[in-house]
């Protein structure tokens, strides 16, 4: 079965060539182009897409809005990949609030963009721990950690913690066990249950909820070399 994309961008050639690249992929199916966020909502409710590769600034309505409202309606899981044009982009962060499940830069290589929409059709992320640490220190809001969402956090043992402080620090599984000491397979559990108990989607939710409750706070800890 093939995954049904629908790619959004208001730059014509920008839009048709990532259409192009993606045609050449028989296990992918572009179903709609959309040159606006308002076209890329009504694509997606009439094309029900598993994937929509999603621009931030276009007219009428941008990205971050239009991803917000096909998340909201959608009753059939789709998966929003971000497109952007600065690493890190400070709407990035917003986009990634707002649901989104990734992003790329629009100059990432052709063959890795039909590899991007498969790991996100699939249910997994795109954002690596050197992204995760750059602009989060950057663009993480500073303010006072929500205390509704802080109070979730008594639902986590103590490891929980520590494994949810370093996932939002940008550290991989690897680097996680590493540092506590334990098995690879050992993290890889503790982070599916800090999902499964906060009622996340994925890691980059855990980025955002660590943020947001005050587990974590941008600009806490060094980064980079």
Do not use: C
């Not at 308002?38 to 971050?64: N, S």
């Not at 917000?68 to 044009?85: H, K, N, Y």
């Not at 721990?129 to 043992?157: C, H, K, W």
Request: glycine share 8%; aromatic share 4%; charged share 25%.
């Amino acid at each position: 079965m093939s995954i049904r994309v629908v790619v959004a961008d208001d730059q014509a050639l920008v839009r048709r060539g990532f259409a192009m690249i993606l045609r050449v992929h028989p296990d992918i199916e572009v179903v709609a182009e959309a040159g606006t966020g308002v076209e890329a909502v009504d694509a997606a409710r009439l094309h029900r897409p598993d994937v929509i590769l999603m621009d931030i600034r276009m007219p009428e309505m941008d990205g971050l809005e239009a991803t917000s409202r096909i998340l909201q309606e959608a009753d059939w899981g789709p998966r929003v990949l971000i497109l952007t044009t600065f690493d890190p982009d400070e709407y990035v962060y917003k986009a990634l609030r707002s649901g989104a499940s990734a992003f790329v830069l629009k100059d990432i290589p052709p063959e890795q963009l039909a590899t991007a929409v498969r790991t996100v059709a699939e249910g997994g992320t795109l954002l690596a721990p050197s992204i995760t640490r750059r602009f989060i220190d950057r663009f993480a809001p500073r303010q006072v950690a929500n205390t509704a969402v802080a109070g979730r956090l008594e639902r986590l043992t103590g490891r929980e913690r520590e494994i949810m402080t370093a996932v939002a620090r940008g550290a991989s599984n690897a680097e996680i066990a590493e540092q506590l000491v334990i098995g690879a397979a050992t993290v890889k559990s503790h982070v599916s249950n800090i999902l499964t108990k906060l009622g996340l989607r994925d890691r980059i939710q855990i980025v955002i909820f660590a943020y947001e409750s005050g587990l974590v706070e941008a600009g806490d800890h060094d980064v980079g070399h």
